[in-house]
């Protein structure tokens, strides 16, 4: 089975840079997603891991350590607008089963 | 031009009544799921279609029952609902990589459905 735990809420300032954690325990790995979800919205894609390390894509980042079942997403220059959930989600040993998270409220205050 | 759309947006209705909710994908993916979240947010697989043929079909009771009349559509129908079924069914669609290949299964969510059983 897949258990995937990530915190429940952060709140960070304006500016300033947030990392959201998250772990995992699969059976079978085919790679880690973070999705963001603003209130009364879909999810929406924005980083995929699959190889040890750091993907950047501008002010979001996200990492992988396979050996630790361990992934964090890192937004820089927080905006207002990234006030959202964010959701990790792991594929598993085919890849379309996506498992997701329960999802981290962030709330971005000036 | 919407990619994943799905109606309606909400459903209001009481407990014992039977009601669908479609969806339809213009990305041409062959790859169409539901998704369930509940009030505390969480997001769950329901079921997945491949090419009109189901691959997943998570625990879920038999009162659900997805359709795929073709690869581009995927609609849900719930019998006898019930108070705990209120929740917002997310549909998505993907392209999958061939098995034993690279790259990142994507999903593009449509907006939602909010089910309100009363």
């Known amino acids: 089975g897949q258990n995937i735990d990530q915190p429940t809420e952060m709140t960070a300032t304006e500016g300033a840079i947030v990392q959201i954690n998250c772990t995992y325990q699969?059976?079978?790995?085919?790679?880690l997603f973070w999705y963001q979800q603003h209130a009364g919205e879909a999810p929406t894609f924005l980083s995929y891991n699959v190889l040890d390390g750091l993907e950047e894509k501008g002010r979001f980042s996200s990492f992988l350590s396979r050996s630790k079942g361990y992934s964090y997403l890192l937004l820089k220059e927080l905006q207002m607008k990234d006030s959202a959930s964010y959701l990790c989600a792991v594929a598993g040993a085919g890849s379309y089963q996506l498992t997701f998270g329960k999802g981290t409220k962030l709330s971005v205050i000036p | 031009d919407t990619a994943v759309s799905q109606t309606p947006k909400y459903l209001v209705t009481q407990m014992g009544n039977d009601k669908s909710i479609k969806c339809e994908q213009n990305?041409?993916?062959?790859?169409m799921y539901w998704y369930k979240q509940d009030s505390k947010k969480f997001l769950k697989i329901m079921f997945s279609?491949?090419?009109?043929?189901?691959?997943i079909n998570e625990t879920v009771p038999n009162r659900f029952s997805p359709k795929s009349p073709d690869k581009a559509h995927l609609n849900l129908h719930i019998n006898s609902l019930e108070l705990g079924d209120s929740a917002v069914y997310f549909c998505?669609?993907?392209?999958?990589?061939?098995?034993?290949?690279?790259?990142?299964?994507?999903?593009?969510f449509g907006a939602g459905s909010r089910l309100t059983v009363l």
């Open positions: 699969t059976s079978g790995f085919n790679g």
């Open positions: 990305l041409g993916h062959d790859t």
């Open positions: 998505a669609s993907s392209q999958l990589a061939a098995r034993g290949s690279s790259g990142a299964n994507v999903l593009t």
């Open positions: 279609y491949n090419n009109k043929e189901l691959i």
